[in-house]
Structures are given as C-alpha cells and as structure tokens.
C-alpha cells in the first residue's frame, strides 16, 4: 500500500509549515513551547511510518533507503532539542535575554528550520534541494543573530556571508550537473531527479561532471564545515542559542554532508569521471587534523565542542570517501552516534553555561560536585565523543581506522593520530570543567534530563549492542553506496 | 541558430562582465548602487534575450523580477539606507583598485580557459554563457572579499546571483523550479540583510564591517 508513505511523506513536510505558521501567529505564553514539542513529535511519528511504507519516486519527492536514515535520525533530534529548548528558552525569557517577540519568531523559525531540513532530505529533484538547504541555512543564520549581541551579530553576519558564498558555488555545480544531464536525458524535469540522473549518469560528459563536483564539494562543504571553509561554525555555534548549536551540529552539517553523497553517488555511476573519494579524503583529513590540534587553544566551552564537530565531520567525510561497504558502514554509524552524542554534550552544555552564567571554561569548575547530574552527563557525553569505548563511537572509530590501515596504511596513522590528539583535549578539558573545587554559582539547574538521558542512552546502547535490524540496514544502505 | 541571436547574446553576456569590472573600481556608495542596478538590468536584458530565442516565455518572468527587483527596488531601498545612515562617503577597499582590477582579468581569464574546453558538447550558446556566468561569479567573489564595507559585501553577492541567472537560462530547458527559486532567494535574502543593516546601526552606527571585527568571539 503506497499510499500510507505518500501520506506521511506529506505529513512530514506539511507539520513543520503550518506550525511555523502557527507559532508565528499564536500569541506568547507557555503553550508555544510545548506546541514546538508537539509538533516535532508528529513529525517524528511520521517519518518513522516511512521506515515501513514508502511511496513510489514521484517528480519532486523521493523517499530511498539513503534518505530515511537521514530523517528519521533528524526528526528524532529534532523532537528532544525541542524538549530541551523548551526549558532553556524559559530561563532565558526570566533572565530577560531573549523578549516574547523574539520568542515566537525564535519557535517559528525553528520549525521553518526543521520544514527546509526535511525537504532537502526528501527531494528527488538537485534544485529543490539546493532550495532547501537555502532556507534552512536562512533560518539558522537569523536565529544565530537572535541575542543581538556584538558578537552574535558578527558570528551571524560571516556565517551569512560565508553560507551564502557556498550556497552559490552549489547552484553553479547544480546547474553543471543539469547541462551534462540534458544532453543525455533530455530537458525538463527529469534532468534533474535524482534517481534518473544515477541511472543514466554513465552517460553524461564526465569533464562537466568533473567540474561540477568540484563546484558543489566546495558549495555544500562550506555548510559542512570542511576546513578551510570552516570558518563560520565556531562562531555560530558558540554564539547562537544553544538549542541551534545543538540543531546545527547534529542536524544541519548532516543535511549537507548528505547533499555532497547524493551527487557522490552520481559521480561513482559514470566509469569516465574523477574518482570523488580522494577528494573527499582529503578534506576530511584535513578537517580532522586541524580541528584536533586547534582544539587546545579554546576557551569558550561551546567553542570548543563546535571544533569537535568539525573534527567529527572530517572523520565522516573522510569514511564516505574511501567508500568500500565497510567504510560506508562506520560513516553512517559515527555520523548518527555522533549527531546523538553531540547534541546531548550540547543540551548539558546549555544548561550549565545558563547556571554558571558564563561559557568561558575557566570560571567552571567542579560541575560533579555542585551539579552532579549534569557534570556526570557532561563527562559521559564527553567520553562518549573522543571514542573510549564501550560508546557507540568508539565502535564507529574502530571500523574506520581499522577498515582504512586494510588499504591505506598512511592516511589510518594520520586519522588516528588526529582521534588521539582530539581525545587528549577534550578530557584535558573535561578533567577541569568536571572536577575539582566547584567555582561559580552552585544555585540548581532547572533543566530537563530527558533529552540527554535519551541520547546518552542510545550511544551507551549502541556501542554494547547494535540491533540486528539495525546492523543489517546500515549494511544495506552503505553496499548502496559503494 | 540564428549568427545574429548569438551575437546578441553574447553583447549581453559579455556587457554583464564589463559591468562587473564597474563594481570592483565603485570608490562611493552611491556609485557601488548604481553600477548594481545597472548589473541587473542588463541580466534582465540578457534573460529576456534568452526567452526570445529560445521561444522560453517562463523565462520572461525570471527577467520581470531581475527588472523590478533588482534594478529599482533593492537599489531605492539601498539609496535610502545609505542616506538614512550618513554614509555617502568614500569607501576604503582591503587592497588597491589596479591589484583588484589585474586579479579580476586573471579570474576572467581563469573561467574562460576552464570553461570554454570541457562545454564544447553542450552548445555554442550555453558554453561561452556559463564561461561568462562564471566570470561575473568570480568577480563577485573577489568584489565580497576586497571591501569591508557591508553594503557592498552585499552588493558582491547579488551580483554572483545576477551570474548564476545568467548560467542557469543559458542551460537550456532547465526547470522553472531554479528561476524562481533564485528570485524568491534574493528576496529572503534581502529581508535578512535589512534585517541585519537595521541591527548593525542600532548597535554600531556604523555599516563598516572593519567595526565588528573588534567583536570576534574569542580573542586569540
């Protein structure tokens, strides 16, 4: 029965609209929150219908097996940062950081945010996409700015400016994809849906794809955040409301790393083309190095987990460009471990920076001891993310390395040695922030542990046991990959 | 196809990368403004151009809004802000006019020999369009990166949109869906920039994007 997916294909576009819709309306109390909530849970019920049933490849839409890991994962996140921003927007309106004005405009661009996420998610069409992935960088890049702060403004204003430079260079290489497409499929539509293009693409002119590839690997890696196009993600994330540090860590770089395999899979269909991978290594290597070592000079403690995304993200690019089964395998794994593992560092981080008052990691200290659940939290997303094991990261960073010394020995040393350095930091770090003599106020947090419990959780779980079901999927969609 | 469509298409083609030399050597702000509005209104020309030849009447839309949009009413309302703000006054570029201007003939030169040689399946007219197309991208860049100023960061980056209108009508055929949305993104993109030019001055009083720098985040 194809029609429950088309159903749920539609309701989870249709929710985040009309509720952004709504809560751009409604007036500001209380409720909008847990209508945000509301509507993000829906959204998640729907997408995960699609696991089941799914509607047959229309013009615009596609749901394959690629793309439903992706939502569903992102649907999911989406639901407890929305749970977690509910009580981290509280405080702000108290402490009068944030205005009931902003408030509506802050839920209406979350669910505009989480609309343009979906459907670049969803599209079976390279424009609609590029579409998407447009609006979701506008939201963001407003909601950034959203404290209206010095440096918020100026966090806003270069991501702004360097989203929209990527953003460009990803319309020219879509434009390149379609004119190798056209002569081959013809004009219209088709030439520019994804699942005509893989089909046919051993015919296109391999030069233009060639050059759009590298138009759209440094388009879509800007929003990546590949070093050296990186420059805006540290301010984003340090500067906006945590919540979208959490959204844009765990979500957003996801949605462009996603963009960037769909027109992999284009480029590995035609034999005569550039072989992606070794492009791919390279930044991914690149970012990961570079995000390690600079990762001891941070004294912004959102700063800091912002440069370990991009360390994450080099390491996941990396794992899609050696490709192989394996590879593709531990890629999805880390990039759904560490989107989970992330924005659970993030929701611990908000609240503590809301109860401390400060994010300079300097004046925290001893979070065990005066916030215990937080701290322990903290400690436990933070050992979760430098791959100790027995988290579900460190199982995802053992195949990668292990998969690359198989086939080249060099690069496995290299991303090893990057993942060791990465780990000295961040516990060098944790060890100050979590122990210790507590500093600062110890005045309790009014957080909301669910998120961060159902996070953690999950990648405790997943690193003792994978899910057959699970295991065998993943195995699927990363033998489609390669 | 007709030699004198080509030649036609090719004048405005080429006039939009002249145009662009134009913005990089604007010294006020009002100047910067004017030469933008003139940028659009020969892309529209061109798009325009492109719907008669091509007998593409969805096209005509594209050209409507570049018209409209982008040669009046951006233009008025960068007019007013610069009035409002008090900053008719001459704008001090990062690097000197002839080093950006020899910088922009490499970047001609650059998209030139990188397109010309791989588009030659793809039609006379759509290969010497997109070797255009990326030189007014190009130039846009290089425009973002030698000012300082906001007003004409932006500028920069309405006129890399103005070269992907130019490169999306020359593939021919293609969907309406890029059209529009590279219009309606301009347009949202404009309410997030007034958006901003309004923060700016409320915390700034200033547009120089020189200013904000002191605000880094993190000093190092």
């Known amino acids: 029965m194809t029609d429950l997916g088309a159903i749920a294909v539609g309701t989870v576009l249709t929710i985040p ?29 729907a997408a995960a219908v699609l696991f089941v049933e799914r509607p047959a490849p229309g ?55 989480m609309f343009g996420m979906n459907l670049a998610l969803l599209s079976n069409n390279v424009g609609l996409m590029w579409v998407a992935v447009e609006l979701a960088t506008l939201t963001t890049v407003l909601m950034v700015g959203i404290y209206r702060t010095p440096a918020a403004l100026e966090a806003a204003w270069k991501y702004f400016l360097l989203g929209s430079v ?48 590298v138009f759209l690997l440094l388009g879509y890696g800007t929003k990546v955040g590949l070093v050296p196009l990186h420059a805006w993600l540290p301010d984003a994330h340090a500067e906006g409301p945590t919540p979208i540090s959490a959204v844009l860590s765990g979500l957003l770089l996801n949605v462009a790393l996603f963009a960037v395999l769909r027109f992999k899979s284009i480029m590995s269909a035609n034999p005569a083309a550039l072989a992606p991978g070794p492009l791919m290594v390279a930044l991914g290597l690149l970012s990961a190095m570079f995000a390690a070592f600079m990762l001891y000079r941070r004294h912004d403690i959102k700063r800091m987990f912002a440069y370990s995304s991009i360390e994450h993200m080099g390491i996941i690019t990396f794992a899609f460009g050696m490709g192989g089964p394996l590879a593709n395998f531990a890629g999805l794994l880390h990039m759904t471990m560490h989107s989970l593992t992330k924005s659970a560092i ?87 922030l979590a122990f210790g003599e507590p500093l600062g106020s110890d005045r309790p947090a009014t957080a909301s542990f669910v998120p961060i419990f159902a996070h953690l959780g999950l990648v405790v779980v997943a690193g003792i046991w994978l899910p057959p079901v699970l295991v065998a999927w993943f195995q699927h969609v990363a033998a489609l990959l390669s | 196809m007709d030699q004198l469509a080509l030649d036609v298409a090719h004048l405005f083609a080429g006039g939009l990368v002249l145009v662009s030399f134009m913005l990089l050597y604007q010294d006020r702000m009002t100047g910067i403004v004017n030469t933008f509005a003139l940028h659009a209104l020969v892309v529209s020309l061109s798009v325009a151009w492109q719907a008669y030849i091509q007998h593409a009447p969805h096209l005509y839309i594209t050209a409507a809004i570049a018209l409209v949009v982008k040669a009046f009413v951006i233009p008025l309302a960068l007019h007013q802000i610069i009035v409002r703000l008090g900053i008719h006054r001459t704008i001090e570029p990062v690097v000197g006019v002839g080093l950006t201007m020899l910088a922009g003939i490499g970047l001609v030169a650059l998209s030139v020999m990188v397109m010309l040689p ?30 300082r100023n906001a007003v004409s960061q932006v500028i920069g980056f309405m006129s890399i949109e103005n070269g992907l209108i130019l490169a999306a009508t020359g593939a021919k055929g293609m969907p309406l869906v890029v059209e529009i949305s590279v219009a309606f993104s301009i347009l949202i993109a404009l309410i997030v920039i007034g958006v901003f030019l309004f923060r700016i001055r409320e915390r700034f009083e200033t547009v120089d994007i020189h200013e904000l720098h002191e605000y880094r985040g993190e000093q190092p």
């Open chain 1, 17 to 45: 609209a009309v509720a952004a819709a709504l809560l751009a309306l409604l007036p500001d109390d209380r409720t909008t929150a847990r209508l945000n909530v509301l509507a993000t849970l829906m959204t998640f019920a």
């Open chain 1, 59 to 113: 013009r615009y839409l596609i749901v394959d097996d690629l793309n439903v890991v992706f939502i569903v994962l992102s649907t999911f996140v989406g639901v407890t940062t929305s749970v977690f921003s509910g009580s981290y927007i509280a405080h702000e309106l108290e402490t009068g950081r944030l205005t009931p004005a902003y408030l509506r405009f802050y839920h209406a661009m979350y669910q505009t945010l």
């Open chain 1, 166 to 213: 990527g953003i460009a260079l990803a319309l020219f290489g879509t434009i390149l994809v379609y004119l190798a497409a056209h002569s081959v499929v013809g004009e219209g539509l088709d030439a520019m849906a994804w699942n005509v293009l893989v089909e046919r693409a051993q015919a296109f002119d391999p030069a233009l794809l060639n050059l759009s590839f």
């Open chain 1, 346 to 432: 993030f929701f611990c981080v908000g609240h503590i920076a809301q109860v401390k008052g400060t994010q300079q990691m300097s004046e925290i200290r001893g979070l065990t001891v005066s916030h215990p659940v937080l701290g322990w939290s903290l400690a436990l997303g933070v050992v979760a993310i430098v791959g100790l094991p027995p988290m579900g990261i460190f199982m995802s960073e053992f195949l990668i390395v292990t998969s690359t010394f198989a086939r080249a020995p060099a690069l496995a040393v290299l991303l090893g040695l990057s993942i060791l350095v990465a780990l000295g930091a961040l516990l060098l770090r944790l060890n100050g």
């Open chain 2, 118 to 147: 791989i588009t030659a399946t793809a039609g006379t007219l759509a290969r010497e369009d997109l070797a255009f197309a990326l030189s007014v991208v190009l130039l846009g860049l290089l425009m973002m990166i030698s000012r």
